[in-house]
């Protein structure tokens, strides 16, 4: 027994612990409080759940390590056809809470399938790609892989929750690193400066931009020339798009997308809307200054001026209570945890492991960069949770197993 826990990467386990216990320590922080009685806030109801969570966490993590490493691998496609089928199920049998039919409801307990899918398609995607008969380079097995990804992006969508289905994008990470063409990411931010910069400017100033970066790029690139039909069919393109941005943002956003698109690009000022959570959730890190306020010494925090403190707003916590240093040493936490789980993912012998363990990667980093950037102000509030941090049991278990799945396969590297 002594030999095979040997196997398991420690440094990233004690990692996962630092971050459960801080985020733990916030989610009690989060919790307290007083309404105008003097009494406690869900008190129990918020980090006695999450403590909960966390403990049952641990016998998942037990199951996780005992499991035949090849389980993973032999059953990747019935686990992701299973949590397909929980996706569509929602619409018939899901629970609508906020706005979102993303849950199933038994009794008090809920889960959130969402969060187990991001496992299954990292699982698939990882058999599908170290298949013998898969050649990432080739369109037509990069076209069945970009399908593997955007089926349960699909059905998360129109839940509606648009955050957890933009986290599909993270799955370009471990494609680029098995060898796919830089050249989708490239088309994929050109798309996103165009939609921003018509909102801001208007069509006829991003079309102007970008006949001259076409006209430039013909002209200095005279040793790799792009052809003229392809730069032709991407400049109409792109002027296509821009366009189409008005209609697309005005017709198939809902009003709560536009305000916090407008928010963000400075086009309204609402800090008493749409806006609030933002503003508030500034204000309470602006306050903690270099060192904080204090653990449970939060102003902001105690007194509930940011909504979903506990879950998705969870960082204006860190920021107001431990401060700078505080939140310099999560992201630092965080950092770490990336870079250590891209070097085992290198040291990998099999395939099917190092693609599983840039997805874990990549996930993480989408969820770390979106949910900061969005409690700071500079992305629009989308719903997106802090691995390990946000209260929560489906986004608690789900980070919980994506991360020990490549703990069991790692240790188990040597074999292959």
Request: charged fraction near 10%; proline fraction near 3%; charge should be positive.
């Amino acid at each position: 027994m002594a030999r095979k826990t040997a196997g398991f990467d420690w440094l990233t386990i004690l990692i996962y612990l630092l971050l459960i216990c801080f985020g733990w320590a916030n989610i009690y922080s989060a919790s307290l409080g007083s309404d105008p009685s003097g009494s406690y806030f869900n008190l129990n109801e918020v980090y006695g759940k999450q403590a909960l969570w966390i403990g049952l966490s641990i016998f998942l993590i037990v199951i996780i390590l005992a499991i035949e490493v090849k389980f993973y691998q032999r059953f990747s496609s019935v686990i992701y056809i299973t949590a397909l089928v929980l996706l569509a199920g929602l619409f018939v049998f899901g629970k609508t809470i906020s706005g979102a039919t993303s849950w199933y409801a038994i009794g008090s307990f809920r889960l959130q399938p969402s969060e187990f899918a991001k496992i299954a398609t990292a699982l698939a995607l990882a058999k599908y790609v170290s298949d013998i008969q898969t050649n990432i380079k080739l369109f037509s097995h990069q076209f069945k892989a970009f399908i593997i990804v955007a089926l349960p992006a699909i059905l998360i969508v129109p839940q509606p929750d648009p955050g957890s289905a933009m986290v599909y994008a993270a799955f370009f990470f471990p494609l680029y690193r098995e060898g796919i063409s830089a050249l989708y990411l490239v088309l994929a931010l050109s798309g996103v400066f165009i939609f921003v910069g018509t909102l801001l400017l208007g069509p006829i100033w991003v079309t102007a931009a970008v006949i001259v970066l076409a006209a430039l790029s013909f002209l200095l690139k005279k040793k790799k020339r792009p052809g003229i039909p392809l730069l032709l069919f991407i400049v109409i393109a792109s002027i296509g798009l821009s366009f189409s941005v008005n209609y697309i943002f005005n017709n198939v956003f809902e009003q709560r997308h536009r305000d916090r698109f407008n928010i963000v690009l400075g086009k309204e000022v609402d800090s008493r809307g749409i806006g609030y959570n933002t503003n508030q959730s500034e204000i309470a890190i602006g306050s903690g200054g270099w060192t904080g306020k204090g653990w449970t010494e939060g102003t902001q925090t105690k007194g509930h001026f940011v909504p979903e403190q506990h879950t998705d707003y969870i960082f204006s916590t860190v920021g107001e209570e431990w401060g700078f240093l505080g939140s310099a040493a999560v992201v630092f936490l965080f950092v770490c945890l990336m870079l250590r789980l891209i070097f085992l993912a290198e040291r990998q012998k099999s395939q099917f492991n190092r693609i599983y363990g840039y997805s874990v990667v990549g996930i993480i980093f989408l969820h770390f960069m979106v949910n900061i950037g969005m409690v700071i102000g500079i992305f629009p509030t989308v719903g997106i949770p802090l691995p390990f941090f946000s209260y929560g049991g489906s986004g608690l278990w789900g980070f919980t197993i994506l991360v020990f799945i490549f703990i069991r396969l790692d240790s188990d590297r040597l074999s292959f």
